[in-house]
């Protein structure tokens, strides 16, 4: 069974940077695809940024330039760092983990950002 923990998230001013983990357990998730989904309050779950490989990334257009995606293979891991974050950020992030499917197969817990003015 895999198991995604999402860690990093946090209480942060208007301009600052959090980084946000995600760390996967059960199977090797390498060379599958995965994303970090947001969901505010009232709003539908959006798709921020994936992964397939360092060449292979897709950001939203709302935070292209201020966020990035990456993942260190050998630790089962993928990241989001947040630069310039804004009051629009503050949602619940998730990581999810496609297994080919075509879907989005396994989801994390999420983990709170918060953007004060």
């Known amino acids: 069974q895999v198991q995604l923990v999402e860690s990093g998230g946090g209480l942060v001013q208007a301009g600052g940077s959090l980084r946000l983990s995600c760390a996967a357990s059960g199977r090797t998730v390498s060379g599958y695809r995965m994303g970090w989904f947001r969901q505010a309050p009232g709003k539908e779950r959006e798709l921020v940024a994936a992964i397939i490989s360092s060449r292979a990334t897709y950001v939203t257009d709302s935070v292209k330039g201020r966020f990035s995606i990456s993942r260190d293979n050998a630790k089962n891991t993928v990241y989001l760092q947040m630069n310039s974050l804004q009051v629009e950020d503050t949602a619940v992030y998730y990581c999810?983990?496609?297994?080919?499917?075509?879907?989005?197969?396994?989801w994390g817990q999420g983990t709170q950002v918060t953007v004060s003015s």
């Open positions: 999810a983990l496609d297994l080919s499917t075509g879907g989005w197969d396994y």
